[in-house]
């Protein structure tokens, strides 16, 4: 039997018509090599902000299952462009959308989870030698009705099919060279890591590394599916593996360093100090689906609490009128939200037999006068949030700090 590759490519790597031969090029060589390939693309780049930026000259206010209805369409122009450029070069080739791979869904539109694959058809045309493009990024529900997978989406979809269709690899290629100790516009001396674990991988992605989105890692942990990561412009790099454990021989404390400057902070004020309050607030979060990360309870006043917590800037309207509903019915004094925060973190696996590490983070930004607003800690992860302006600083401060700016780790982009 052939060996079967799940391959996707992102938006900047179907970006233009020449870019979608290049990488219809790329896909036959793969499968001239004798391999069984499915390939995954996202919209042309800056497509899905285009259909977006429409609907938001209606209104700010859509419906979110029409915005599904909406943005799939991106990545079904990029599959059908790509099996067109597949078929004039004498490449077999079929594209599929969400509901022809049977992707099916849970039934939050714009956020969907997938709960279960299909993979029939796509086995049977496999067979028939076709490469099988697939529209990323989509799926339907119960209904049959189109859902996403949130931005970023069709690097799950990837995961997912390659899980599903037990694919014995499954390769990224996007428009950076791998994962980097440090995101490389904010942090000049960051470098290519060879290696990281999928634990790593969770925590920055997490974090706002937008190389791979969160659901994919969490995907290819559960099911120990590996990913390379890899530019698609550049022939032959070894790009970066994702998987279970960091295969770096000599494993440095501080694997990366993230900063997320699309956090903000909202806090319920006064709310009374009684069991329960909690509950209610985070379980009205959890219905949307959005995900929160940081929470703080201030110690209580007079019966009276704070609950502060983060979360993606991108929920936070829709979170604060929610918020502003359940505070009424909890008797809170006010909600209030601000965007003018950053979250700064180091990640590494190596904090698990180290300590000592939020010491060291703590002195470094103490040094360069910065406020710790909020902090939080994993296993293999402390954070912290600051004043927005103090953001690069802190990151290139914390890069030189723990070691990663020097030669010995890792490749230069
Ligand atoms: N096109 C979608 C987005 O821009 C999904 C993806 O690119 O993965 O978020
Ligand atoms: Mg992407």
Redesign the pocket.
């Given at each position: 039997m052939s060996k079967l590759i799940v391959q996707k490519f992102?938006?900047t790597s179907v970006g233009s018509i020449e870019r979608i031969k290049a990488v219809a090029e790329k896909t036959l060589r793969a499968r001239n090599k004798g391999a069984d390939l499915v390939v995954v693309v996202?919209?042309m780049g800056g497509?899905?902000d285009r259909l977006l930026d429409m609907a938001k000259e209606i209104t700010e206010h859509m419906d979110r299952r029409e915005v599904d209805m909406l943005?799939s369409s991106?990545?079904r122009i990029s599959a059908a462009l790509l099996t067109i450029a597949l078929h004039a070069i004498g490449c077999p080739a079929i594209s599929l959308t969400g509901r022809q791979l049977g992707m099916k869904t849970d039934g939050s539109h714009t956020r969907a989870r997938i709960k279960e694959i299909d993979g029939a058809r796509t086995k049977k045309l496999l067979s028939e030698n076709h490469v099988i493009v697939a529209a990323?990024?989509q799926g339907i529900n119960e209904q049959g009705d189109v859902t996403t997978l949130g931005?970023?989406?069709?690097?799950t979809s990837a995961v997912a099919l390659a899980v599903a269709l037990g694919a014995d690899q499954c390769e990224i290629y996007t428009d950076v060279a791998g994962v980097y100790t440090a995101d490389p516009r904010i942090v000049p001396k960051a470098k290519k890591l060879n290696s990281v674990s999928f634990d790593e991988m969770l925590e920055m992605a997490s974090l706002g590394a937008s190389v791979l989105?969160i659901r994919c890692v969490e995907f290819a942990k559960n099911f120990n599916m590996p990913i390379v990561v890899r530019s698609s412009f550049r022939e032959n790099d070894e790009g970066t593996i994702v998987c279970r454990e960091n295969l770096n021989m000599e494993q440095p404390v501080v694997s990366g360093v993230m900063c997320d400057k699309k956090q903000s902070k909202i806090t319920v004020k006064g709310a009374p100090d009684n069991p329960g309050i909690a509950a209610k607030v985070f379980s009205a979060l959890n219905e949307t689906n959005i995900s929160i990360d940081m929470i703080i309870q201030n110690m209580s006043d007079d019966g009276l609490t704070d609950i502060s917590f983060t979360l993606p800037t991108a929920d936070s309207l829709e979170a604060t009128k929610l918020m502003e509903k359940v505070g009424k019915e909890i008797h809170a004094n006010n909600v209030s939200c601000d965007s003018d925060i950053s979250k700064v973190s180091v990640v590494g696996a190596g904090m698990r037999s180290h300590s000592g590490v939020a010491a060291k983070m703590f002195e470094i930004l103490a040094k360069e006068h910065i406020n710790l607003l909020m902090i939080s800690t994993s296993e293999i992860r402390i954070s912290c949030v600051i004043e927005k302006k103090y953001a690069e600083l802190a990151v290139n401060a914390l890069h030189d700090g723990f070691g990663l700016s020097s030669d010995s780790s890792g490749d230069t982009p």
């Open positions: 992102g938006g996202s919209a497509e899905t943005l991106g990545e990323g990024f931005r970023g989406g069709s690097d989105q």
